[in-house]
C-alpha cells in the first residue's frame, strides 16, 4: 500500500484507505472517491496538483489531499482520454 503521490502518469490502483478525519473522507466520497473506487493518474508531474480519472471524471487534487488517500497499485494502463 502506497499514496496516491507515489503512483506515475498512467497508473491505476484502487483506493484501499484514507488518512483523513470525517471531514477529509466525506469530501473525498462527495467527489466519488470510496474504498474501492478505481483510479487512474492522469498527470503527477511531482509538483503542482494530481489529475486523476475515477468513474469517467478527471479529478484535480492538491498534493497534500493526494498524499493522505492510499491506494494498491494495480498496473500500468493505456487508457487514451479524449479532451
Known sequence: MIDLLKLK????????GFEGGRGFVA?????G????????VLQNYGKG????L???TRIALG??????IIVE???????????
Open 9 to 16: 502518469n498512467n497508473e491505476s490502483s484502487h483506493i484501499v
Open 27 to 31: 469530501r473525498m466520497a462527495s467527489m
Open 54 to 56: 475515477a468513474k469517467n
Open 33 to 40: 472517491l470510496t474504498i474501492g473506487s478505481e483510479i487512474t
Open 49 to 52: 496538483p494530481i489529475i486523476i
Open 73 to 83: 497499485e494495480i498496473s500500468k494502463c493505456s487508457k487514451s482520454i479524449s479532451k
Open 63 to 68: 498534493r497534500g489531499e493526494a498524499q493522505k
